[in-house]
């Protein structure tokens, strides 16, 4: 037995896209086949059934109508699989034997395009990345607007910049390479040929798809490992989109070092994007500043936010457009007002592109553009230099506008195949076409009252269907006037129905006329989108400018709502912060709840803050804060306070907590651990650093030794340096004032009244004496008993010897309710344990760091003392 000729077909296709689920028409369905099959129907709870493919067993066999395949392939998206579309390249009524087909695009997470399978808000990334040695490059594209970057990252920012961009699908030429260094899992890997990595290949591709001649222009000339990944890139976009792509027209290099780095942890602590709940927009920080009026400018605060900029220049360049704004609120909100009209151009660009821009989508293009002047008008009198650039960019393309107002029909429908799309007026041919139509109208009720009158059937009607076109109807009870000339093509219950020669000519005219005028208008329509991929270069540079203006008004506009100030920039790396607030913190409480605090860090005397204070008493909300108005001055943002004057960080580091959401199964000291080496490996003396807890996930002596040798290390001036705010529980940590340069002690005030704690919410000088944490369990309604006990251990602890090993014998005392063998072991330390856990932490990341040999001394001592 053979397979049938449909099956060789099918598998052939599949053969060449084995990576993918092939989705593979048949008449109105998408069918899958074998092994794609059985997944499919289980993915997307698909019946599985069979097809005879002419082998004994049938082929196991899945499908989907045409007209809803996109539902099924977004969840395949989702769940991480390839798509290939394979169409029927022919009509099946006109193919001679076997209809051909073939893939006419690969959907990956990384190349989706369709607008319900993207978020408005946010860029979709494709990333390749190119190992090579000791060497690596990247290129990465939103195909959905055309934006493509390249860089040259050092090989231990590697991970970073991947979680930088967050791309939705990675390719590269060394899969298990990339994984060993980044270390952890990287979203949407696979792995693509050597071959299309090779330099030449790959140069060849950027030529051809840049239309050039040699790479000068592009500045790659030096730039080897870029070149390898941007040719890789694009070679897999073609591969999988089947089309010229010729919206992606330039690329822009993400300088190593042009924005800020901020790691995975980073990001989730200060809840830039995601709040800790995990929601996408409350709660965040961007949910607060994004009030952008179109899509685009909402991708662009985005990236914004999650890249703060390193350069002073451009900090205050961006700071003097929302200055300016600021300064003319009527402008602002006007211009934001504007911007409403304005629709996600860039997107529209790859339909463009793509050739799947319908007449409703030129309509929204030509509103859009014709917002342009308006824009324009309104920053007439911008003095700044951002603004005046945006007014420069913003090209209000006439010509453009012009062609669509006189072609398009404003109420074209959105299919482009059955006419209705043109107006009136714009070619002469599709009017006359049109009035053939009209009068073929007057013609047929011209020949319905002649033949009335030439027969006697007073009821006599002509009329339409699409199958059997124009005919003669005649009822039952007239059927004896019925001429001989009459030609019966269909006989009903109550009437007849005739054909005539005269009316078969009519007929040829009126349908010919409408055929010729659908055919008509799909070319002129066609070459109207010819038109407009012509200057996608144009539009997409307007584009660039709304978004930036719309970025520009939405800070302004929550600067002026909440009113923030402009931050002052330093050169000497000092920091002062007047009357600070936490910008999402304070936008959950009513006015003036919010207790501002001030922050005075330099570079020498108050390089570290050692923050200590009860329990809820504020320590992160401050600490956060602090980092946050840093973050936002370097997005260009005003801050929440009465006055700011802040460097330019180079990195903003944050270590949190012994977070809980520990899914990866590693132990939380460990977390804990791996992120406070990746702190001291890559902190500088311009970093910011945040450290709320060290040392919890372990007992109180290693802890409280971990912690005392972090902040010898990060103080260390030779080692570190950096700006740092630390908070504690170990009250021990503030003995290092005084001994330890830069060092100052600081706490959260909170005032005893009677058994009530009361927040004063305050960051004074000085330690903070006593813990408070029993009054804290009371408040979060910890039973009673377990309370009143939590105190009497409080009171015999304070007079236990630490040293002695005897706190526990102390705390079960006589009447001890635990066995000795049961008390926790919180007040033994382990040492060997201990320090096989240590030795196996990040072991890249340990290796060099001496604050662990630090800490192992001061153990050491501990014990001795
Ligand atoms: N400056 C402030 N003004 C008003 N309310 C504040 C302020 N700072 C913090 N709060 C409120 O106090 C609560 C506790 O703050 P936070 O979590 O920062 O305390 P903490 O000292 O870090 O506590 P813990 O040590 O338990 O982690 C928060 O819910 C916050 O709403």
Known sequence: MALSPMMQQYLRIHDQYADCLLLFRLGDFYELFFEDAKTASRELELTLTGKDCGLEERAPMCGVPYHSVNTYIEKLISKGYKVAICEQMEDPALAKGLVERDVVRVITAGTVTDPTMLEDKANNYLMCIFLDGKKTGIAYTDVSTGEFYVMEPEMNLLRAQIARVNPMEVICNDPPQLTAITGDHVRGLSGQPQTWFQRRNAEEMLCDHFHLTQLTSLGLTDRKEAACAAGALLRYLHETQKNSLEHIRTLRFAENGKTMLLDQNTRRNLELTESLRGDRRKGTLLGLLDKTSTAMG???????????????????????????????????????????????????????????????????????????????????????????????????????????????????????????????????????????????????????????????????????????????????????????????????????????????????????????????????????????????????????????????????????????VRPVMTEDGSLSITEGRHPVVEQNMKDGEFIPNDTVLDCDENRMMIITGPNMAGKSTYMRQVALICLMAQIGSFVPAKEACLPVCDRIFTRVGASDDLASGQSTFMVEMSETAHILRNATRNSLIILDEIGRGTSTFDGLSIAWAVV?????????????????????????????????????????????????????????????????????????????????????????????NTIGQNILGEESVLRKNEQMDLFEYKKDEIIQELQQIDVMAITPMDAMNTLFLLREKARKL
Request: with cysteine; glycine share 6%; charged share 30%.
């Open 298 to 564: 909402g991708r662009l605060l985005r990236s914004w936010v999650e890249q703060p900029l390193l350069d002073q220049k451009e900090i205050n360049q961006r700071l003097d457009a929302v200055a300016e704004l600021v300064s003319d609120r009527i402008l602002g909100m006007t211009l934001s007002e504007e911007l409403e009209g304005v629709y996600d151009l860039e997107r529209l660009m790859n339909k463009v592109a793509y050739r799947n821009v319908n007449a409703r989508d030129c309509l929204a293009l030509c509103a859009s553009l014709k917002r342009i002047p308006g824009l324009r008008k309104l920053l007439e009198n911008a003095s700044c230099s951002e603004l005046v650039r945006i007014r420069e960019e913003l090209n209000p393309l006439e010509d453009m506008t012009d062609l669509l107002e006189r072609a398009i029909h404003p109420d074209a429908p959105v299919v482009i195949t059955e006419g209705g799309i043109i107006r009136e007026g714009y070619s002469a041919i599709l009017d006359e076409y049109r009035e053939a139509q009209t009068n073929g109208k007057q013609w047929i009720l011209d020949l319905e009252a002649k033949e009335r009158e030439d027969t006697g059937i007073r009821n006599l009607r002509i009329q339409y269907n699409k199958v059997f076109g124009y005919y003669i109807e005649v009822t039952k009870s007239f059927l004896h006037l019925v001429p001989e000339r009459y030609i019966r093509k269909q006989t009903l219950t109550n009437a007849e129905r005739y054909m005539t020669p005269e009316l078969k000519e009519v007929e040829q005219k009126i349908i010919g006329a409408q055929e010729q005028s659908v055919r008509l208008e799909l070319q002129l329509f066609t070459e109207i989108r010819d038109s407009i991929a012509e200057r996608i270069g144009s539009i997409q540079q307007t584009a660039f400018a709304v978004k930036k203006l719309d970025a520009y008004q939405s800070l302004s506009r929550i600067a002026s709502e909440n009113h923030y």
């Open 712 to 804: 010898e290390y990060i103080a260390d001036k030779e080692r570190i340096g950096a700006k740092t705010l630390f908070a504690t529980h170990y009250h021990e940590l503030s003995e290092l004032e005084g001994h330890l340069e830069g060092v100052k002690n600081f706490c959260i005030s909170v005032k005893e009244h009677g058994e009530d704690v009361i927040f004063l919410r305050k960051i004074v000088r000085g330690g903070a004496d006593k813990s408070f944490g029993v009054h804290v369990a009371r408040l979060a309604g910890v039973p009673h008993p377990v309370i009143v006990r939590a105190h009497e251990i409080q009171a015999r602890l304070e007079v236990s010897d630490i040293n002695q």
